[in-house]
Nanobody, 123 residues
């Protein structure tokens, strides 16, 4: 397993942007990584995922065209650029990782998780 630390969350107004970062303790070029979120009273849901070398990416329909996942394997960091934020994007955002060659879009597939960072979108 790998240690993951998220950062970059905060309180923003609708339409604003945020960039989340997830710093990993290991070499991310061998890990598929993903972002998930959990709003109060709701189950954790998939947001975005990227394969170990960044060649494959997938997004939840609710964030397509607004969010971008990227990976800097030299810095062992994965990012989530969030644009045009909406109140319904409010949640705790979690970074996840698994040493695999595949792309994972379901939370049960990951074995390493960060502690989460709060994103609140409100006017």
């Amino acid at each position: 397993q790998m240690q993951l630390v998220e950062s970059g969350g905060g309180l923003v107004q609708p339409g604003a942007s945020l960039r989340l970062s997830c710093a990993a303790s290991g070499r991310t070029f061998t890990y598929a990584m993903g972002w998930f979120r959990q709003a109060p009273g709701k189950e954790r849901e998939f947001v975005a995922a990227i394969s170990r070398l960044g060649g494959n990416i997938d997004y939840a329909d609710s964030v397509k065209g607004r969010f971008t996942i990227s990976k800097d394997n030299a810095k062992n960091t994965v990012y989530l650029q969030m644009n045009s934020l909406k109140p319904e994007d409010t949640a705790v955002y979690y970074c996840a990782a698994l040493r695999t060659t595949t792309l994972l879009t379901y939370s049960s597939g990951y074995d390493s998780w960060g502690q989460g960072t709060q994103v609140t979108v409100s006017s």
